[in-house]
């Protein structure tokens, strides 16, 4: 069975930064498209950004565009998301999710546990 984790969640101040880490478990992530997902308290879950296998990335969401980054490493197995200038109504669960696709098509066929973020005011 596929897994992936996250991790990097925390609590950071208003206006700070976090990168949280998807890693796989005893498979390559080289050909598989990987999401980033959110989901606050009382509220539906929102995707955030996707990478493509080749490092193409999308963003789901505006609210986050030119301060959150979508990034991967191959060679360590890892896709990450850096979050910049966050904001307290970021606060949620962050999953990463894995494609079984190279593109950021479709729907995703495995999730994380999620890592909470908490941003204070």
């Known amino acids: 069975q596929l897994k992936i984790v996250e991790s990097g969640g925390g609590l950071v101040q208003s206006g700070g930064s976090l990168r949280l880490s998807c890693a796989a478990v005893?498979?390559?992530?080289?050909?598989?498209?990987i999401g980033w997902f959110r989901q606050a308290p009382g509220k539906a879950r929102e995707g955030v950004q996707c990478?493509?296998?080749?490092?193409?990335?999308?963003t789901y969401a505006d609210s986050v565009k030119g301060r959150f980054t979508v990034s991967r490493d191959n060679s360590k197995n890892t896709v990450y998301l850096q979050m910049n200038s966050l904001k307290p109504e970021e606060t949620a669960v962050y999953y990463c999710?894995?494609?079984?696709?190279?593109?950021?098509?479709?729907?995703?066929?495995?999730w994380g546990k999620g890592t909470q973020v908490t941003v204070s005011s």
């Open positions: 990478i493509s296998s080749e490092g193409e990335s999308t």
């Open positions: 005893r498979f390559s992530l080289d050909y598989s498209a």
């Open positions: 999710a894995l494609y079984r696709d190279r593109e950021c098509w479709g729907t995703p066929t495995t």
